[in-house]
Structures are given as C-alpha cells and as structure tokens.
C-alpha cells in the first residue's frame, strides 16, 4: 500500500505559478505509476497528466505546454509544475498512484491523497 499527501496548493493570479508535491509513504513508490487529476465544483474528477516509473509522461490536452510532472524516486515524491494558469484550472488537486496500465480514468487508480486547493483569479 501507499498513503499520499498533497501540499503547494494556494491561491495565484492568472498567468502565475504553482508547484504541487505529493509525498508517498512505503518502499515501493518507484513501482508505481504516479497521476494528478483535479475537480471543479460541479464537476466530475478529471485527469490532468500521469507519469510512469520510467519518467514517460502523458498530458491532457488543456495542460500540455503549461503543467509538467516529475518524480523523484529517492525522496518518494512526486511534483506538478504549472505555469500560465488560467482561472479555469481552478479545482482540487489529488495525487494518485496504481500499479500497473497507463490510464486517465479516475476509478483505475487505486491509491488518493486529501487533495489540496488551487484557486486562480481573473
């Protein structure tokens, strides 16, 4: 098992930065396949961009050029840069993990952190 914590969120003025880390408990965080996906109020959870074990990465189209994943292994975390925001990516972030089988669907991954907030203003 994994447990996941999330912190960096925050408010920001459109156009400006947040960096998101997740922080993974265990000894087998390198094994897993790490995603952050986000929810507006109102709105169903959705995936925003996942990175393998081997550093491939995948985003959603609305993030690409502005959001960039990394991990690092040796400290167990897990990192969301995003840049230029835009208001519409306000929305709870969460951190979440599964085993095995790149996937942007939300029930596929076993493993959430709390969530935290991330709120841009106009």
């Known amino acids: 098992q994994v447990q996941l914590v999330e912190s960096g969120g925050g408010l920001v003025q459109a156009g400006g930065s947040l960096r998101l880390s997740c922080a993974a408990s265990?000894?087998?965080?390198?094994?897993?396949?790490m995603g952050w996906f986000r929810q507006a109020p109102g709105k169903e959870r959705e995936f925003v961009t996942y990175?393998?074990?081997?550093?491939?990465?995948y985003y959603t189209d609305s993030v690409k050029g502005r959001f960039t994943i990394s991990r690092d292994n040796a400290k167990n975390t897990v990192a969301l840069q995003m840049n230029s925001l835009k208001p519409e990516d306000t929305a709870v972030y969460y951190c979440a993990a599964r085993r095995q089988g790149f996937t942007t669907t939300p029930s596929d991954y076993n493993y959430w952190g709390q969530g935290t907030q991330v709120t841009v203003s106009s």
């Open positions: 265990g000894r087998t965080f390198s094994s897993y396949i």
């Open positions: 990175i393998s074990r081997g550093g491939s990465t």
